[in-house]
């Protein structure tokens, strides 16, 4: 526990730390998939040391985000998301008018730098296009594929397993968001939700607001300058026939001293490839634990691409006014819950 001035109290989530650095010496792999495995059938939220990308690689993405939520509104809407679609590359304002209370957040998504992906962005972005290509790559060549490879021995399963479901050219979108919280007097910001990808990563900002649910409820994640904080998303949980989990967060109003302070985002959205089968892998550890899945318990029958798509096109009705409340169901029978 910490009491921050004017007497506010905050508990913290105590989440482990994994030093990736340790990749680089010999047996530091396996040292790794041993942490994995004290934590991570239990909670999907941890950080990342070592990761190689420094203070300042962070806060020039901070810079280039912030000019780009400070170009005119009219600028910005030019380079919408069609999430009526389902597709979250480009700019989703804040909520105005009768929906203001829907959020108060502005984001903008910066796809995987493939011809897929080629799209306008606003000359801002352009100007910096090649620092933010890089910033992208290292997260996925460096942290992901580093990570996934960990989890591939912990669950004894091939190394390249989860690798070869995430190649960098392959069809599938993964982006880099720039996002902004407005404040707001509103005690919940983003409702209680699991993400629908492989892992996010979330660069360090001073303004308390994510948490966490625990089995003691739900508890602040302390974001430190060193570290990313990463957490498991539904696709990796999928995966891994559940035993990776989609860790249920979300962001609250911060802390009163800092309540009143824009809050900035820096998130990349890791994803497998587009047309990747959602069913669980076979493993000797799942097998022992006695929690191996067959395929026709998992989303065998359902791509990456087709849950995301379903995901973020509900969220667009419930924003958008087209649906009152929060549908759970999203596809082929699975329900994405949300908690407040
Ligand atoms: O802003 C944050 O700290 C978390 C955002 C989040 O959970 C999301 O965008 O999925
Ligand atoms: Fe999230």
Do not use: C
């Amino acid at each position: 526990m910490y009491v921050i001035p004017n007497l506010h109290i905050v508990e913290w989530a105590d989440l482990e730390a994994l030093d990736i650095s340790k990749l680089n010496q010999p047996g530091g792999k396996q040292e790794l998939a041993v942490q994995v495995l004290r934590f991570i059938d239990k909670n999907g939220f941890f950080y990342v040391k070592g990761h190689g990308l420094s203070d300042k690689d962070v806060k020039r993405q901070y810079a280039i985000a912030t000019e780009f939520f400070n170009l005119p509104l009219e600028e910005k809407t030019k380079y919408l998301a069609n999430t009526a679609a389902g597709d979250f590359r480009g700019y989703k304002a804040k909520a105005t008018g009768d929906l203001t209370s829907k959020d108060n957040d502005e984001r903008y998504n910066i796809p995987k730098f493939t011809p897929e992906h080629e799209r306008p962005h606003p000359q801002l972005i352009l100007d910096h296009y090649e620092e933010i290509k890089e910033f992208s790559l290292h997260i996925h060549n460096k942290i992901l594929l580093p990570l996934l490879r960990v989890f591939a021995i912990a669950l004894e399963i091939d190394e390249e397993y989860f690798v070869s479901r995430h190649r960098y050219e392959a069809e599938g979108l993964e982006y880099l968001r720039y996002m902004k919280y407005h404040p707001d007097p509103k005690p919940i910001w983003a409702i209680g939700h699991t993400d629908y990808n492989t892992l996010t990563f979330l660069f360090h900002q001073p303004v308390a607001g994510l948490q966490v649910q625990t089995k003691d409820g739900w508890k602040y994640v302390r974001s430190e300058p060193e570290s990313i904080i990463v957490n498991v998303a539904d696709a990796l949980e999928f995966l891994s026939g559940g035993y990776l989990k989609s860790t249920v967060h979300r962001v609250v109003r911060p802390p009163k001293d800092q309540a009143g302070r824009p809050r900035l985002g820096l998130i990349y959205f890791a994803r497998p490839e587009a047309k990747v089968r959602l069913e669980p892998v076979r493993s000797p550890l799942l097998e022992r634990l006695g929690l191996q899945r067959d395929v026709e318990e998992g989303l065998a029958s359902v791509t990456a691409e087709e849950w995301a798509r379903a995901r973020i096109a509900k969220d667009h009705r419930f924003r958008a006014g087209i649906v009152k409340t929060r549908e759970t169901e999203i596809i082929a029978g699975v329900h994405q819950k949300y908690y407040d």
